[in-house]
């Protein structure tokens, strides 16, 4: 790249003499200032594009025409490389309805050309050509005729008449930043005038938007969740009941759309919104980029193309160095958003950072890795979660919107405080009131792998506080609590104080398990040596969906009821209530919670975009 830096600033500086050159002298401008239009203020400093100035272009990757099919024509489904491959940018036509998601170039007028002057427009370096579409305006903007947006191929010249007159263009992505040392998303459109005997060049340095992914200060818009299936799938009447749960909990705030092509009940986990935005004179323009999750047989991903591609949004297909299968350290719910902040050693992360679960040792897949810490915005930060049986982040930390200097405090599970309940409880003379307080149905189906008769039936206060067991199993995992969040405190300048402890108590359910459905790979690892697999004993309060506006859908507890109130629904929302935050309560005991997951894992969010530049 500085090689081919150099041959440009030699075409500047060496072609032609010095008196002739200083004649012609070609200029193309991007919005390298982001104040959203093209103009003479964008001429200084375009050479480098920097975090604090250099134009911006989108990814335009999206399906505004629903072009892109997802089976062939004889109805087999396509390859997850072919759902990829196809999107708004794919062809080399700039459709009208894809045009809003290019960014503006102009190569200025020369109106001292001789008749047989020619011109070049054209990408560098190489190795962006192919990741790039540049268009022209053919029409005669005097005229007032339609806009046309032909392709700018490197063989096609530009006359006198167009180079007189001054050339609109329009630039897109056609590729995700999948890996930072092939391309970083940068490119610098040339623009080349030869006069007589004499050439010059002038240049403009842009970057790709980044996706970034979302964080819990941006409010969600559309809330994600799955339909039930039909009658015949197993769960199909929890699922509704907890679908008509998180519609009441959301009263009709933002929408709510279902996946509705698959039996896949985990919304949280076989994608992750994210998004990518760009300046224009009405505030950013922001195309949303779904990361389908790294798991080629979790079949749901898939609805990621076939339901929401469209207008707009675009999807992340995972790539070499997915692997194969289903593991669970890839699902989405492995995969959260630190809020922005400056970290205690200075460094600035103005769209806050990723959090993802390691596994003893064992990363998520390459692919999804790789991708985040290219788009060199958020780069990933790893917790330890191989202690739990699912193992995702989402089931020890959050982040939500809280009145502290950074406007966001964590919360975490917190078995500490959920013991001292129980003794309180039991001191006041409880302990014989069973721990868990639902009474529903619980007829166990092929999917109820967590649903524990003895739980429900002979589990009391004081049967669990005289149990050591218990108490090991809640030591073990408040070490592994208390690890993570040292961690996240010495990179988060947050204080001890500022930490929401959510009451959570924890079951060992290490190995074995219902393990492979339909014969494919497993989706759980086997336990580490010498550690265990934890999940949440009771609905855990803490993995829920933090919807904004200050409010929050949490898994009903089912907690011990004292005088008649649930204690750990009333200590949690305690506890959220000290971040202004109000609990919504959704049932999910049959429907996620004894199936392995809670509220946050059966839902999604699609949520505010915007400005991420400085
Ligand atoms: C074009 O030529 C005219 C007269 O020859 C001169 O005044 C003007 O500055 C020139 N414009 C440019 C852009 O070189
Ligand atoms: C110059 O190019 C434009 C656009 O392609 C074309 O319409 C025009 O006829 C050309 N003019 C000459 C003199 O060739
Ligand atoms: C351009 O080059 C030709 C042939 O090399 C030469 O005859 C002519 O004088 C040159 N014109 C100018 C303006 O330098
Ligand atoms: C499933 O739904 C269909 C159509 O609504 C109905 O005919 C059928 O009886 C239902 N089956 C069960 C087991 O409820
Ligand atoms: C599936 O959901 C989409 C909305 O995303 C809706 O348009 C469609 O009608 C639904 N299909 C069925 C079979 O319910
Ligand atoms: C936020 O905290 C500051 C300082 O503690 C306080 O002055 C302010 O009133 C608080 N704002 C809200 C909305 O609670
Ligand atoms: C509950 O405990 C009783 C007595 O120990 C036992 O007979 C019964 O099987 C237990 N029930 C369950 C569901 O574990
Ligand atoms: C529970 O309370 C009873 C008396 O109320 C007491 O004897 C017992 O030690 C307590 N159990 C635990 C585990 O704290």
Request: proline fraction near 6%; charged fraction near 20%.
């Amino acid at each position: 790249m500085a090689s081919s830096f150099r041959r440009l600033l030699a075409g500047f500086l060496l072609i032609g003499a010095p008196s002739i050159a200083t004649a012609l002298r070609p200029r193309i401008l991007a919005d390298t200032n982001r104040d959203g239009i093209v103009s003479q203020l964008d001429d200084a400093d375009k050479h480098d594009w920097t975090s604090s100035r250099g134009a911006i272009f989108l990814p335009n990757v999206g399906d505004a025409l629903h072009r892109c099919a997802a089976a062939d024509l004889t109805g087999t489904p396509l390859s997850n490389d072919e759902l990829w491959r196809c999107h708004d940018a794919s062809g080399d036509r700039l459709l009208p309805s894809s045009a809003p998601y290019t960014a503006p170039l102009l190569a200025l007028p020369m109106p001292n050309l001789s008749d047989s002057a020619v011109g070049r427009i054209y990408t560098d370096p190489p190795h962006a050509r192919d990741r790039v579409r540049l268009f022209w305006n053919e029409a005669d903007w005097t005229t007032g005729y339609a806009n046309v947006w032909a392709t700018v191929d490197p063989q096609l010249t530009f006359n006198a008449t167009s180079l007189r007159n001054g050339i609109t263009l329009a630039i897109d992505g056609r590729e995700l930043m999948t890996d930072a040392a092939v391309w970083d998303g940068t490119v610098r459109v040339v623009f080349e005038v030869t006069n007589g005997n004499y050439t010059a060049r002038d240049f403009v340095a842009l970057k790709q938007a980044p996706v970034l992914l979302h964080h819990h200060l941006q409010r969600a818009e559309v809330v994600l969740s799955s339909a039930a299936g039909d009658n015949q799938t197993i769960g199909s009447a929890w699922q509704a009941q907890f679908v008509r749960g998180v519609e009441q909990a959301v009263a009709g705030d933002v929408p709510i759309v279902l996946f509705n092509q698959s039996t896949d009940i985990w919304a949280q986990d076989f994608l992750e919104p994210g998004y990518a935005s760009m300046p224009s004179p009405d505030g950013p323009i922001s195309i949303r980029i779904l990361l389908r999750s790294a798991q080629s047989t979790r079949d749901a991903g898939r609805q990621v193309f076939s339901q929401l591609r469209s207008a707009g949004i675009g999807v992340f297909q995972p790539g070499l160095g997915s692997g194969f299968g289903w593991e669970e350290i890839n699902s989405g719910g492995n995969i959260e958003t630190i809020p922005p902040y400056t970290s205690r050693s200075g460094k600035r992360w103005p769209n806050g950072r990723v959090i993802m679960g390691t596994h003893f040792g064992t990363y998520p897949a390459e692919s999804m890795v790789k991708f985040l810490q290219s788009q060199q915005a958020q780069t990933p930060l790893f917790l330890e979660t191989g202690w739990l049986a699912v193992g995702h982040v989402d089931e020890v930390v959050q982040f939500l919107p809280a009145n502290t200097s950074l406007g966001f405090t964590i919360a975490v599970a917190d078995t500490t405080s959920a013991i001292a309940l129980l003794r309180n409880a039991n001191a006041s003379g409880h302990g014989t009131t069973p721990l868990v307080s639902y009474t529903g149905d619980a007829t166990p189906d092929g999917l109820t792998i967590f649903l524990d008769p003895s739980l429900l039936h002979n589990t009391t206060i004081s049967s669990l506080l005289s149990d050591p067991d218990f108490h090991a199993t809640q030591a073990y995992a408040q070490r592994y609590i208390d690890q993570n969040l040292a961690l996240l405190l010495r990179e988060v300048p947050l204080k001890e104080e500022d930490i929401l402890r959510v009451p959570t108590l924890f079951k060992d359910v290490t190995y074995p398990w219902p393990i492979t459905l339909d014969g494919h790979p497993r989706r759980l690892g086997l336990p580490y040596p010498g550690e265990r697999q934890l999940k949440s004993l009771l609905p855990q309060a803490i993995n829920g969906l933090v919807l904004g506006n200050g409010k929050y859908l949490a898994p009903k507890q089912w907690g011990p009821v004292v005088e008649g109130r649930d204690i750990f629904a009333d200590a949690v929302e305690n506890v959220y209530a000290r971040a202004g935050v109000r609990v919504q309560w959704v049932d999910d005991y049959m429907s996620h919670h004894v199936r392995g997951g809670e509220v946050h894992c059966g839902t999604n969010a699609l949520r505010e975009m915007g400005v991420w530049w400085e």
